[in-house]
């Protein structure tokens, strides 16, 4: 197996301390605790060794199990793929529709970009996941989607089998009164279990069935989304990518038509770009099948254009006219900016009244800038940007230079 070979290897032993975190620490916790109070509780509740259907159910349990953690690993040591430090296309001519990183000192291919956490710049990256400790990118992002719906059918299983135990053990031991319900757990049965079902195995019980409920729910999301994007061939940065792309284009009144690239127009096609039989994605990390109306570089020339209108637009200054505490998902913001976050790890700007930022881009309920600050803050190198509710701020129209200089500079 992949993983095992990656922990071996002495080059890549430094690897085995993405599990000195607190994503995967959590992550396998959850696991094991999970796996462990099934199995437990099967034995109880349905023995493997007196029919078919115990025996089925004890493997499937077992097969869950292990096909999640193989995924899981595979997603954590194989890695997304990284750039080459220094990397630069074949042509000269290419560069000029190409972004460089100054921290890999190299070109940025299509689809890649850098993660500050990796430090590297990473093939098709979706995004840096915590729970893996690793991003996910175009050499694990079969692993990590797989990952994702084995996690919750696995759960969902053992969801069934704690719920199974519970009833059957506790259904002779209830009492019911007028106004209460006694539960003696320490009242006898008929037939002696294999296994006793006490009651710190009831809390232990109960407590795992709250966590494969969680699990169940919350990566059943993440794969759901995840699986949105696959079938257009896009990962969760392109398609914000293309939302600015839109709303670029709307707000200048370019008359442009933005064609996503990598969509090769059928959902059984964009989805054998990512999962195969072999378990290695299809291409090199750095040439991509694309659109027939499109070219290697549409992307990266739009990405160019989004820079250069980013520059332009952080010309404008708005000022704070609500309190904001930073919160990523404010209750008192509306239901849409609650509702609309965006979905990254950028972070938030407190605001007060009177604050000036400078917006760069933004959605319908949201906008990215950097917030002014004093003379001292600045000398001493400080800088606060960040996400901030659309409807806390507004324009500074006094700002005419600002306003002037925008519209000179609208691009084309």
Request: net charge positive; aromatic share 12%.
């Amino acid at each position: 197996m992949k993983f095992l070979s990656a922990i071996v290897t002495f080059e890549n032993l430094h690897e085995v301390r993405r599990l000195c975190h607190w994503g995967p620490v959590i992550a396998l916790s959850v696991i094991g605790i999970c796996s462990t109070m099934a199995i437990f509780d099967s034995i109880i509740w349905y023995w493997p060794l007196d029919t078919t259907g115990g025996s089925v159910n004890f493997i499937m349990l077992l097969n869950w199990t292990v096909l999640i953690l193989y995924n899981y690993f595979n997603a954590m040591f194989v890695g997304p793929g990284y750039i080459p430090l220094d990397w630069k296309p074949d042509s000269q001519q290419e560069s000029q529709y190409l972004q460089f990183c100054r921290v890999c000192q190299g070109s940025k291919p299509p689809r890649s970009h850098h993660c500050r956490k990796c430090n590297r710049c990473v093939m098709k990256m979706d995004h840096h996941c915590p729970w893996i400790n690793n991003c996910c990118g175009h050499q694990n992002h079969a692993y990590f989607t797989s990952f994702l719906i084995l996690a919750p059918l696995g759960c969902s299983h053992a969801a069934i089998i704690f719920v199974m135990t519970m009833y059957t053990q506790l259904y002779e031991r209830i009492s019911f009164g007028w106004s209460t319900v006694k539960i003696d757990m320490s009242a006898p049965r008929r037939v002696q279990p294999l296994m006793p079902f006490s009651v710190p195995a009831f809390a232990a019980t109960l407590f795992a069935l709250g966590l494969a409920l969680g699990t169940t729910i919350a990566v059943g999301m993440l794969f759901f989304i995840q699986m949105k994007v696959i079938l257009r061939n896009k990962t969760s940065i392109e398609a914000w990518i293309e939302e600015k792309a839109k709303d670029r284009i709307q707000y200048y009144q370019t008359g442009e038509e933005f064609i996503f690239p990598y969509d090769l127009g059928g959902r059984w096609e964009n989805f054998k770009q990512v999962f195969t039989w072999s378990g290695t994605p299809r291409g090199d990390g750095v040439q991509w099948p694309v659109h027939p109306k499109c070219h290697q570089h549409t992307l990266t020339i739009e990405q160019l254009k989004q820079k250069a209108d980013k520059r332009v637009r952080s010309q404008v200054q708005y000022r704070a006219v609500e309190v904001y505490n930073g919160a990523c998902c404010p209750m008192s913001k509306g239901l849409q900016t609650f509702f609309r976050t965006p979905c990254t790890e950028e972070p938030r700007i407190p605001l007060s009244k009177g604050d000036t930022i400078l917006a760069t881009r933004g959605t319908k309920w949201w906008m990215y800038g950097d917030k002014v600050l004093g003379e001292e803050q600045i000398n001493a190198g400080e800088r606060i940007r960040g996400w901030f509710p659309r409807r806390c701020v507004e324009k500074c129209h006094y700002d005419t230079a600002a306003s002037d200089n925008t519209s000179e500079k609208k691009i084309n």
